[in-house]
């Protein structure tokens, strides 16, 4: 005879399994704008920043592998800059300097790798470049 309490158990077992650890891992983290307001230029900097969300560190030794600004948040998807690191003085802060030409939504999204994950830490952050 199986009680209902042992089912249950099972079903929360199974569900623990399925949660961890690897769907843990790269949804752990988070990219957050440092400013999302910027001043529209050919020489502007967005700059984010990388934070374990359970302890809300910052992640200092991530490698950044990807990167792309577009205005897709305003349905210009094709309408992209080119972006360079830059140094950034501010542990777990990730910099670009890029060209913000137009006054409205840039959507930037980023690509990490982070020390001991496996996949690679995608992050989608909006900036409002204003004139
Ligand atoms: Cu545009």
Do not use: C
Not at 36 to 47: C, F, M, N
Not at 50 to 68: E, F, N, S, W, Y
Request: charged share 20%.
């Amino acid at each position: 005879m199986t009680s209902r309490l042992e089912i249950t158990s099972a079903a929360l077992a199974a569900a623990l399994a399925l949660a961890s650890p690897a769907m843990a891992g790269v949804n752990d983290y988070v990219f957050e704008p440092v400013k999302a307001d910027v001043t529209k230029g050919d020489d502007v900097v967005v700059a984010v920043r990388l934070k374990h969300k359970a302890t809300g560190k910052p992640v200092t030794d991530a490698v950044i592998v990807q990167t792309r600004i577009d205005m897709a948040p305003d349905g210009m998807g094709d309408m992209a800059s080119p972006l360079t690191p830059v140094p950034s003085n501010e542990p777990g802060v990730y910099a670009f300097k890029t060209e913000l030409s137009m006054a409205g939504r840039w959507l930037l999204s980023i690509g990490a790798k982070v020390q001991g994950e496996a996949e690679t830490v995608v992050g989608k952050v909006t900036f409002r470049a204003n004139r």
